[in-house]
């Protein structure tokens, strides 16, 4: 079920990102006016590209919240294979500890 969800995260970022992608790839109309007016505009004032770079930043948001629920579960993932790692070596151990105790006592 996890696995769903996580797909389905994966599944709607991938589509935030072909929309922001579209908008991107889409030719702005140039400012009016010199590039010297471009120079001298506002940089706080975003005009027509505020919806974009608002997108944009949920996009990152979003994503930089995937990312960071990713690396939790391989950190956990991890954690567990490591766990399980030094429990098979035990048990193997004692198997092999076992057996040459039989075979000694034969």
């Known amino acids: 079920m996890a696995d769903l969800k996580g797909a389905e995260d994966l599944s ?3 589509s935030r990102l072909n929309e922001i ?3 991107m790839r889409q030719d702005p109309e140039p400012a009016s006016g010199s590039s010297e007016a471009a120079e001298d505009a506002d940089p ?3 005009g027509e590209f505020d919806e974009e770079y ?3 930043n949920s996009l990152m948001d979003e994503i930089d919240t995937f990312m960071t629920s990713l690396e939790q579960k391989n950190d956990s993932l991890y954690a ?3 766990d399980l790692l030094h429990e098979n070596r035990a048990v193997l151990q004692a198997f092999q500890e076992e057996r040459e105790a039989k075979e000694k006592a034969v």
């Open 12 to 14: 709607h970022l991938e």
């Open 21 to 23: 992608a579209v908008i």
């Open 44 to 46: 706080d004032d975003l």
């Open 80 to 82: 567990k294979l490591q």
């Open 54 to 56: 608002l997108n944009l």
